[in-house]
């Protein structure tokens, strides 16, 4: 009878622990990159766009940031085409909420790395407040890509940045950025 509790207990308990290092492993992993140039330099200050940009609300979320629902894009945005395509299906996924004119006052809070568990490709995502006259949206607008012949050559910087709605110009330097972590 004591051998059949303990077989019992071993088997519950390996399966337990191969549920939570599943979960470990498939769940998207964030850490920050308020530290991290170039976002370091934006985090805390506010700006005026230089683009008009388009807020969406998108109904499958990639973005677990539930305190910042709105996605920012711009036509300069290399997701855009992607995100058109999504907003003209016969059900889209993405709906608008607004278009915001040049000169729309942005206040940066903070930027986060997500690390897909399934895949392990990462997005870093710089999230804000953007302030109308009549409303507060709170925004998050990812920003960065890796290049990949960089990242299997081993080269530590290996992010680059498309040109953001609130820059005069691309930033064409390289960064290092971390791969998010579970723990």
């Known amino acids: 009878m004591k051998t059949i509790g303990i077989i019992l207990l071993v088997i519950i308990g390996g399966i337990g622990l191969f549920i939570c290092l599943l979960y470990a492993t498939v769940k998207a992993k964030t850490t920050s990159l308020n ?13 005026k766009l230089n683009k008009e940009v388009v807020l969406f609300k998108d109904k499958i979320s990639t973005n677990k940031n ?5 996605i920012m894009l ?22 608008m909420i607004v278009k915001l004119s040049v000169g729309t006052i942005l206040k940066f ?14 997005y870093p995502t710089i999230f804000g407040i953007i302030t109308t006259k009549s409303r507060e949206y709170k925004i998050g607008y990812q920003w960065g890509n890796i290049d990949i012949g960089k990242k299997y050559d081993k080269v530590e910087k290996c992010w680059h940045f498309h040109q953001a709605p609130w820059q005069e110009k691309q930033d064409t330097a390289f960064y290092a950025l971390p791969i998010a972590n579970f723990w």
């Open 74 to 95: 711009d036509s300069l945005h290399p997701k855009w085409k992607y995100v058109e395509e999504r907003t003209t299906m016969a059900e889209p996924d993405l709906e």
């Open 35 to 47: 530290q991290y140039q170039p976002f370091n330099e934006w985090i805390g200050k506010t700006v």
């Open 66 to 70: 539930y305190d910042y629902p709105f």
């Open 109 to 122: 809070d903070k930027a986060i790395q997500y690390t897909n568990g399934v895949s392990g490709s990462s």
